[in-house]
Protein backbone atom coordinates (compact mmCIF):
# COMPACT_ATOMS: atom_id res chain seq x y z
CA UNK A 1 0.00 0.00 0.00
CA UNK A 2 1.18 2.76 -1.55
CA UNK A 3 0.47 6.11 1.68
CA UNK A 4 3.05 8.38 -0.07
CA UNK A 5 3.24 8.68 -3.95
CA UNK A 6 5.78 10.91 -6.04
CA UNK A 7 4.24 10.31 -9.47
CA UNK A 8 7.18 11.79 -11.09
CA UNK A 9 10.18 9.41 -11.58
CA UNK A 10 12.55 12.02 -13.29
CA UNK A 11 12.39 15.89 -13.11
CA UNK A 12 15.24 17.45 -15.33
CA UNK A 13 15.84 21.25 -14.75
CA UNK A 14 18.15 23.92 -15.97
CA UNK A 15 20.99 25.66 -13.27
CA UNK A 16 19.75 28.45 -11.75
CA UNK A 17 15.98 27.57 -12.15
CA UNK A 18 13.66 26.36 -9.81
CA UNK A 19 13.22 22.89 -8.92
CA UNK A 20 9.57 22.00 -7.67
CA UNK A 21 9.07 17.96 -6.47
CA UNK A 22 6.15 16.75 -5.72
CA UNK A 23 4.54 14.33 -3.14
CA UNK A 24 1.17 13.01 -2.27
CA UNK A 25 0.12 11.32 0.63
CA UNK A 26 -3.10 9.09 1.79
CA UNK A 27 -2.77 8.66 5.25
CA UNK A 28 -4.40 11.71 7.20
CA UNK A 29 -3.06 10.46 10.46
CA UNK A 30 0.30 11.43 9.43
CA UNK A 31 1.94 14.50 10.88
CA UNK A 32 5.40 14.54 10.21
CA UNK A 33 7.31 14.92 6.44
CA UNK A 34 10.72 15.20 5.18
CA UNK A 35 12.70 15.20 2.42
CA UNK A 36 15.58 12.72 2.07
CA UNK A 37 18.03 12.87 -0.73
CA UNK A 38 20.13 10.13 -1.97
CA UNK A 39 23.25 9.66 -4.35
CA UNK A 40 24.36 6.76 -5.88
CA UNK A 41 25.84 4.02 -3.77
CA UNK A 42 25.36 5.78 -0.55
CA UNK A 43 22.20 6.33 2.02
CA UNK A 44 19.28 8.89 1.77
CA UNK A 45 20.67 12.07 4.03
CA UNK A 46 17.95 13.97 5.51
CA UNK A 47 17.26 17.28 3.87
CA UNK A 48 14.31 19.14 5.33
CA UNK A 49 11.01 18.61 7.78
CA UNK A 50 7.66 20.18 8.42
CA UNK A 51 5.14 19.50 11.15
CA UNK A 52 1.60 19.49 10.46
CA UNK A 53 0.78 22.56 12.22
CA UNK A 54 3.24 24.27 9.50
CA UNK A 55 2.36 25.00 6.11
CA UNK A 56 6.07 26.10 4.86
CA UNK A 57 9.34 25.38 6.06
CA UNK A 58 12.47 26.93 4.90
CA UNK A 59 16.29 26.24 5.27
CA UNK A 60 18.73 28.01 2.49
CA UNK A 61 17.61 27.19 -0.89
CA UNK A 62 15.31 24.38 0.07
CA UNK A 63 11.75 25.38 0.98
CA UNK A 64 9.12 22.58 2.09
CA UNK A 65 5.02 23.43 1.78
CA UNK A 66 2.20 21.14 2.64
CA UNK A 67 -1.14 21.65 2.25
CA UNK A 68 -2.71 19.26 4.41
CA UNK A 69 -6.45 19.42 2.94
CA UNK A 70 -5.02 18.77 -0.63
CA UNK A 71 -3.03 15.93 1.34
CA UNK A 72 -0.18 17.19 -1.00
CA UNK A 73 3.63 18.31 -0.16
CA UNK A 74 5.91 19.76 -2.35
CA UNK A 75 9.96 21.05 -2.52
CA UNK A 76 11.54 24.19 -3.92
CA UNK A 77 14.97 24.41 -4.50
CA UNK A 78 16.54 27.92 -5.86
CA UNK A 79 18.65 28.15 -7.23
CA UNK A 80 19.26 24.58 -8.47
CA UNK A 81 22.77 23.81 -8.84
CA UNK A 82 24.15 20.76 -10.43
CA UNK A 83 25.56 19.32 -6.98
CA UNK A 84 21.80 19.35 -6.14
CA UNK A 85 21.22 16.34 -8.71
CA UNK A 86 20.05 12.92 -7.15
CA UNK A 87 17.23 10.78 -5.95
CA UNK A 88 15.04 12.64 -3.74
CA UNK A 89 12.49 10.81 -1.38
CA UNK A 90 9.65 12.20 0.49
CA UNK A 91 8.82 10.46 3.38
CA UNK A 92 5.96 10.63 6.39
CA UNK A 93 5.48 9.69 9.79
CA UNK A 94 2.26 10.01 12.49
CA UNK A 95 2.66 10.37 16.23
CA UNK A 96 2.64 6.90 17.99
CA UNK A 97 3.62 4.74 15.01
CA UNK A 98 6.58 3.46 14.45
CA UNK A 99 7.59 3.65 10.85
CA UNK A 100 8.25 6.44 8.62
CA UNK A 101 6.75 5.68 4.71
CA UNK A 102 8.80 6.62 1.62
CA UNK A 103 7.80 7.16 -1.79
CA UNK A 104 9.40 6.02 -4.77
CA UNK A 105 11.20 8.84 -5.38
CA UNK A 106 12.05 11.53 -8.05
CA UNK A 107 15.53 12.05 -9.50
CA UNK A 108 16.08 14.87 -10.11
CA UNK A 109 18.85 16.14 -12.89
CA UNK A 110 19.95 19.82 -13.00
CA UNK A 111 21.80 20.71 -16.21
CA UNK A 112 24.43 23.03 -16.06
CA UNK B 1 30.04 10.56 16.51
CA UNK B 2 30.01 7.55 13.93
CA UNK B 3 26.92 7.06 11.61
CA UNK B 4 25.29 3.75 10.75
CA UNK B 5 27.63 1.17 9.94
CA UNK B 6 26.22 -1.31 7.77
CA UNK B 7 27.75 -4.59 6.89
CA UNK B 8 28.47 -6.17 4.62
CA UNK B 9 28.12 -3.81 1.45
CA UNK B 10 27.95 -6.15 -1.13
CA UNK B 11 26.78 -9.98 -0.86
CA UNK B 12 26.01 -12.37 -3.60
CA UNK B 13 23.72 -15.50 -3.00
CA UNK B 14 22.29 -18.04 -4.90
CA UNK B 15 18.15 -18.73 -4.69
CA UNK B 16 17.35 -20.76 -1.80
CA UNK B 17 20.31 -20.07 0.73
CA UNK B 18 19.63 -17.80 3.42
CA UNK B 19 21.60 -14.00 4.55
CA UNK B 20 21.83 -12.34 7.93
CA UNK B 21 22.97 -8.16 7.54
CA UNK B 22 23.98 -6.33 10.24
CA UNK B 23 23.32 -3.02 11.38
CA UNK B 24 25.48 -0.99 13.83
CA UNK B 25 23.09 2.50 14.86
CA UNK B 26 24.57 5.82 16.08
CA UNK B 27 25.55 5.61 19.50
CA UNK B 28 22.43 6.61 21.91
CA UNK B 29 19.76 5.42 19.50
CA UNK B 30 17.74 2.76 20.38
CA UNK B 31 15.25 2.66 17.32
CA UNK B 32 16.16 0.84 14.10
CA UNK B 33 14.05 0.72 10.72
CA UNK B 34 15.15 -1.46 7.82
CA UNK B 35 14.05 -0.70 4.49
CA UNK B 36 14.18 -2.33 1.09
CA UNK B 37 14.99 -0.21 -1.76
CA UNK B 38 14.21 -1.75 -5.37
CA UNK B 39 14.07 0.50 -8.84
CA UNK B 40 10.70 2.12 -9.11
CA UNK B 41 9.41 1.11 -5.54
CA UNK B 42 11.30 3.22 -3.23
CA UNK B 43 12.10 2.53 -0.12
CA UNK B 44 9.47 -0.35 1.03
CA UNK B 45 9.46 -0.81 4.77
CA UNK B 46 10.02 -3.87 6.77
CA UNK B 47 10.52 -3.73 10.49
CA UNK B 48 11.49 -1.25 13.23
CA UNK B 49 12.77 -2.29 16.82
CA UNK B 50 13.24 -0.18 19.57
CA UNK B 51 14.79 -1.46 23.06
CA UNK B 52 15.21 -5.56 21.45
CA UNK B 53 11.71 -5.04 20.77
CA UNK B 54 10.15 -5.38 17.74
CA UNK B 55 7.50 -2.64 17.48
CA UNK B 56 6.32 -2.89 13.62
CA UNK B 57 6.43 -4.74 10.60
CA UNK B 58 6.13 -3.83 7.07
CA UNK B 59 3.73 -6.19 4.62
CA UNK B 60 6.91 -8.62 4.35
CA UNK B 61 6.63 -12.62 3.73
CA UNK B 62 7.71 -14.31 7.02
CA UNK B 63 11.02 -15.15 5.38
CA UNK B 64 12.53 -11.54 6.65
CA UNK B 65 12.98 -11.35 10.08
CA UNK B 66 15.27 -9.45 12.30
CA UNK B 67 16.45 -8.67 15.55
CA UNK B 68 17.72 -6.15 17.77
CA UNK B 69 20.59 -6.26 21.04
CA UNK B 70 20.90 -5.27 23.65
CA UNK B 71 23.52 -2.52 22.57
CA UNK B 72 20.94 -1.64 19.84
CA UNK B 73 22.99 -3.32 16.59
CA UNK B 74 20.44 -5.38 15.07
CA UNK B 75 20.29 -7.76 11.93
CA UNK B 76 18.30 -8.94 9.74
CA UNK B 77 17.55 -12.33 8.08
CA UNK B 78 16.48 -13.47 4.51
CA UNK B 79 15.56 -16.53 4.21
CA UNK B 80 15.24 -18.92 1.17
CA UNK B 81 16.09 -16.42 -0.84
CA UNK B 82 14.54 -15.53 -4.32
CA UNK B 83 15.43 -13.92 -7.20
CA UNK B 84 13.32 -10.68 -6.06
CA UNK B 85 14.82 -10.14 -3.10
CA UNK B 86 17.99 -8.80 -4.70
CA UNK B 87 17.89 -5.35 -3.54
CA UNK B 88 19.45 -2.42 -1.66
CA UNK B 89 19.07 -3.02 1.95
CA UNK B 90 18.95 0.27 4.06
CA UNK B 91 19.21 0.42 7.91
CA UNK B 92 18.47 3.76 9.60
CA UNK B 93 18.48 4.79 13.47
CA UNK B 94 16.92 7.33 15.16
CA UNK B 95 15.92 8.22 18.63
CA UNK B 96 12.50 6.89 17.71
CA UNK B 97 10.97 5.68 14.17
CA UNK B 98 8.74 8.74 13.54
CA UNK B 99 11.59 10.98 13.98
CA UNK B 100 14.09 12.00 11.64
CA UNK B 101 16.62 8.94 10.33
CA UNK B 102 19.50 8.49 9.48
CA UNK B 103 20.79 5.63 7.03
CA UNK B 104 23.80 3.95 6.61
CA UNK B 105 24.89 3.03 3.23
CA UNK B 106 23.31 0.13 2.99
CA UNK B 107 24.19 -3.12 1.53
CA UNK B 108 23.64 -4.59 -1.91
CA UNK B 109 22.51 -7.94 -1.70
CA UNK B 110 22.09 -9.91 -5.43
CA UNK B 111 20.07 -13.30 -5.71
CA UNK B 112 21.67 -15.41 -8.82
Known amino acids: DQQVKQNSPSLSVQEGRISILNCDYTNSMFDYFLWYKKYPAEGPTFLIS?????DKNEDGRFTVFLNKSAKHLSLHIVPSQPGDSAVYFCAASALGNNDMRFGAGTRLTVKP | KAGVTQTPRYLIKTRGQQVTLSCSPISGHRSVSWYQQTPGQGLQFLFE???????NKGNFPGRFSGRQFSNSRSEMNVSTLELGDSALYLC???????????FGSGTQLSVL
Open chain 2, 92 to 102: ASSTSAAEKLF
Open chain 2, 49 to 55: YFSETQR
Open chain 1, 50 to 54: ISSIK
